[in-house]
């Protein structure tokens, strides 16, 4: 089948472009003819689409200002909605909404594949937001099926939209990011997006608490509009000559800073997955984290690595694993395994593709479906 999947953007480095990517490989692997569909794209961060037929909304880059945005919207759901009657289904990773005015004028299936959920503006007037609930939950309904990236997100479209969905995890290449005994001894690496919201900053103050010969390397995309982020996350990391930080890495940076973690750090609690995480543990590093959002469904607590409540805690479990090498060698090797068997590519092209089979032919039966209750 051809098959689209639509991202807004290309041209950074991050989470959701990297599940996008995973569904164009995996509808690729199943045999199907995937089409890229985006505003802009950048071919030296993301060369393998080179490879691809790519339908670009925009050629310029994206303004990152809120008129931009929505020009992009704009601009997106017209292509969306011009294009849609030449695929035989499309996996929509953003622009929920566009697969109201696509179902319109053609008949394509859409899947939706909801990973960070637009909900309302809870700023809003209560009589406005009622409204735009409403209109949301009607909009998100319109495609044939939903997707949620964790139980977190399927949860939160439940509370606020009413909208049902099936969970299914995002990938993790176990071949490129692969486990690796090679470790830097007492060096804590993380890496996440940086983003004001995220408040990395304040793993660099946790990290001055830590005595010892110890090393942290923090690393993410950082867009250029965060110039005032990027100056004071500088400062922090001027007062701590054992922190070290990295803008912008490329995989290759990212994988070598997985292999030489002795173990990874992650503190925002909210994110809806945290791929991060599992490409970390898929490296053989345990993590220390945060309870609370996707990176629960994530760590298997006390096995791969420690979910914890406070600062206190945070730093009392990364002391136990720097002190206790081989309790978090074997750790590392469960946090491997654990990567390998939930979030390996393989199970996620298999769970694909009985979506398709669903979706496409309405067969139902054995789905094996992830996150469900009780799984």
Not at 44 to 69: H, M
Not at 323 to 350: L, S, W
Request: proline share 3%; aromatic share 10%.
């Amino acid at each position: 089948m051809r098959l689209g999947v639509y991202w807004r953007s290309f041209a950074t480095l991050g989470g959701a472009p990297r599940v996008a990517m995973s569904i164009i490989d995996a509808l690729e692997e199943l045999g199907h003819e995937p089409v890229v569909l985006t505003n802009e794209c950048d071919m030296q961060l993301y060369p393998t689409l080179l490879d691809e037929e790519i339908w670009c909304a925009r050629k310029n880059l994206l303004s990152r200002s809120r008129v931009g945005k929505v020009v992009d919207a704009i601009s997106a759901t017209f292509l969306l909605t011009k294009r849609s009657g030449h695929l035989d289904g499309l996996f929509l990773t953003g622009m929920y909404f566009a697969s109201a005015p696509m179902k319109i004028v053609s008949d394509t299936k859409i899947i939706l594949y909801v990973h960070a959920p637009v909900c309302v503006d809870w700023t809003l007037d209560p009589t406005l937001r009622k409204i735009s609930k409403k209109i949301e939950g009607k909009l998100y309904r319109s495609a044939d099926y939903v997707l949620s990236n964790s139980k977190l997100t399927r949860n939160t479209l439940r509370e606020h939209l009413k909208l049902d969905s099936e969970v299914l995890y995002p990938p993790v290449d176990t071949d490129f990011f692969s486990y690796s005994t090679k470790r830097e001894a007492n060096t804590i690496v993380s890496i996440c997006r940086l983003h004001p919201k995220k408040r990395s900053e304040l793993m660099i103050e946790y990290f001055k608490e830590l005595k010892g010969n110890n090393r942290f390397m923090l690393a993410g995309f950082l867009e250029d509009r965060f110039t005032e982020y990027r100056r004071r996350l500088m400062e922090i990391a001027a007062q701590d000559n054992r922190v070290s930080l990295l803008f912008n890495p490329n995989d290759e940076e990212i994988k070598d800073l997985y292999q030489s973690a002795t173990l990874f750090w992650y503190i925002y609690a909210k994110e809806e997955f945290g791929i991060p995480v599992a490409e970390a543990m898929s490296c053989g590093s345990p993590v220390v984290a945060f309870r609370g959002g996707g990176v629960s469904e994530i760590v298997a607590n006390n096995l791969t690595g420690f979910l914890v409540c406070s600062k206190e805690e945070f730093l009392e479990r990364t002391a136990f694993l720097l002190n206790n090498p081989d309790v978090c060698r074997q750790m590392g090797i469960a946090a491997r395994k654990y990567v390998e068997n939930a979030f390996g590519c393989d199970t996620f092209a298999k769970r694909l593709q009985k979506i398709l089979i669903h979706v496409f032919y309405g067969h139902n039966s054995e789905l094996g479906f992830v996150g469900r209750d009780g799984c």
